[in-house]
């Protein structure tokens, strides 16, 4: 059976190793990387434990046996920002301007895998709000550069302990059986700022699974060459979604493909996780 994705859990980050915690020791598929044991945590998904910081971690990818080299990466991680927001996120991979302080190259951008990652989002929302926080998409930064899809998952360090070995649980459990629901529109956001909150809206409301998130402020910086990238994914994008009128009209969107409008994907039922 193919694997449907693999979770990677960095000695570098203590809440990723929290949430794995959950998951105990399953066994090994038999395949190693840098001595470390990939690991069957159930018939199509595995865990692989990693040294080191993930955002780093560029090499991961051609260290991968060849029949991983394609396949999903999904890191549990610690959530940090200067407000210290509380919250759960989830977020794709890469970098939409000219930094790369957290990781990944300069206008580099990992492809997404967006279905897998609104179903993280649908089913971090009930107990992030049994904890009286928000469940929200970021906007797409930070490394490691991959060349399979990949996103982060993660949980706020600002969070009291308690609070956050709650979800920690809540996380484990959530990854531990992500989805795929082919009804989701695939389309990139455009606008808002650096959280999402209009996009997770529309990610929870109706089968709108988002690729790549780009915030009004890294506008004025996208390239070419990552209007090119913002194209990829597992499936690609079908078009964007933008959260002002203003924001498509800026000339580098007028060729990039078609203008989709948030009541272009449908419902989802009330109550659906």
Do not use: K
């Not at 000695?11 to 990723?16: L, T, Y």
């Not at 929200?136 to 899809?149: D, I, M, V």
């Not at 809206?201 to 790549?212: D, I, N, P, T, Y």
Request: hydrophobic share 40%; charged share 20%; aromatic share 6%.
């Amino acid at each position: 059976m193919p694997t449907r994705y693999l979770l990677v859990v960095t000695a570098g980050d203590e809440v990723a190793e929290r949430i794995s915690t959950g998951w105990g020791t399953p066994p090994s598929t038999g395949d190693f990387v840098e001595g470390s044991p990939i690991r069957r945590l159930s018939a199509d998904i595995e865990l692989l434990h990693r040294p080191g910081l993930h955002v780093e971690d560029s090499a991961l990818g051609q260290l991968l046996p060849l029949r991983l080299r394609a396949t999903p990466v999904v890191f549990p991680s610690r959530h940090r920002s200067e407000s210290g927001v509380p919250c759960l996120t989830v977020h794709p991979l890469g970098n939409l301007g000219p930094s790369a302080e957290v990781g990944g190259e300069p206008f580099r951008l990992v492809p997404p895998a967006a279905r897998l990652m609104a179903d993280a989002l649908r089913g971090l929302a009930e107990p992030a709000a049994a904890l009286g926080i928000p469940a929200t998409y970021e906007a797409t930064h930070h490394g490691p550069l991959l060349h399979q899809p990949a996103f982060f998952v993660e949980i706020a360090e600002s969070l009291p302990r308690e609070a956050s070995d709650r979800a920690a649980q809540a996380v484990a459990g959530v990854l531990s059986d992500l989805t795929e629901d082919a009804s989701d529109r695939v389309a990139i956001g455009v606008g808002g700022g650096h959280y999402a909150p209009h996009f997770t809206e529309l990610a929870l409301g109706r089968h709108w699974a988002f690729s790549h998130l780009v915030p009004r402020h890294a506008l004025a910086t996208v390239t070419p060459e990552v209007l090119h990238q913002l194209r990829e994914g597992a499936p690609p994008p079908e078009g964007a979604v933008f959260q002002r009128a203003t924001d498509a009209g800026a000339p580098e969107w007028r060729g990039w493909g078609p203008h989709l409008r948030d009541g272009d994907a449908t419902p989802r039922p009330t109550g659906q996780p």
